[in-house]
């Protein structure tokens, strides 16, 4: 009894770790998933390094629980180049396995279902599979220090960002809830299989996540906030 309820309350925390991590990638498809009724909405600036005529991109996010497996998002590209219009794109994952004291969260999706977005002759749907683990989560109480997830994921070619292939092959990285307790403190560094992504973000008690830093030669800001329907 005693070991079964030690696996049920690092399961649990393990939960809450993920729910705290789960908005802090900037359009990296990982194993992090919300529940039914839970929905993220977010909006993220990315500032390009200037060596092209594009210098800017706004992007706006919606991620829906649909049910505790399904999940359903659309993504928002506003560009501020003449001639250039706003691009949607449509992702869904579903959710293979909970993460518990015996394994990993493994999630399979698939970005711009649609595949209508991308350079001339190459827009498809990008298809990876995803995974999750939180190396440290607390157990008996509170988390008093860094609390650490490792993510690793296997994908095809998707172009919905500048028109550059990412997510083909192995990607992932490492995200870091440095500071637990509010305000919350996290980082994040990560390999998309195009670009190196860093950032810090911060979120106190009750407010949206605000939050920063670097895409390859590029920087981005943004802010989210997660909510439940029920």
């Known amino acids: ?8 309350t690092v399961a649990l925390l393990a939960l809450l770790a993920t729910t705290a991590f789960a908005a ?4 990296l498809p990982t194993a992090n998933q919300l529940k039914a009724g839970e929905v993220d909405v977010a909006y993220y ?14 992007i706006q996010t919606l991620y829906l629980g649909i049910t505790d497996w399904l999940e359903v998002d659309a993504h ?15 992702n869904a994952t579903i959710l293979l396995r ?10 399979i999706g698939a970005r711009d279902i649609a595949g209508n977005m991308g350079p001339p002759g190459l827009a498809c749907t990008s298809y990876h599979i995803s995974i999750a683990r939180t190396l440290n ?3 008996g109480g509170p988390p008093k220090g860094p609390i650490f997830r490792v993510h690793a994921s296997v ?18 990285g490492l995200q870091i809830l440095a ?52």
Do not use: C
């Open 45 to 58: 600036i990315l500032s390009l390094d200037g060596t092209a005529p594009l210098e800017e991109v706004k």
């Open 98 to 107: 909970r993460e518990d004291a015996n394994g990993p969260d493994v999630v």
């Open 137 to 139: 989560p607390p157990v």
């Open 155 to 172: 994908g095809t070619k998707d172009y919905t960002l500048l028109g550059e292939k990412r997510h083909e092959g192995a990607f992932g």
């Open 179 to 230: 500071r637990p307790s509010y305000p919350q403190i996290g980082l994040i560094a990560l390999y998309d299989g195009q670009d190196a992504i860093t950032g810090l973000t911060f979120t106190p008690k009750g407010w949206p996540t605000i939050k920063g830093g670097t895409f390859g030669r590029h920087s981005w800001v943004g802010i989210n906030y997660t909510f439940n329907l029920f």
């Open 76 to 90: 928002r590209y506003d560009y501020d180049l003449a001639g250039l219009d706003t691009d949607t794109i449509i």
């Open 24 to 27: 802090d990638i900037v359009t």
């Open 1 to 8: 009894m005693r070991i079964a309820l030690t696996v049920v």
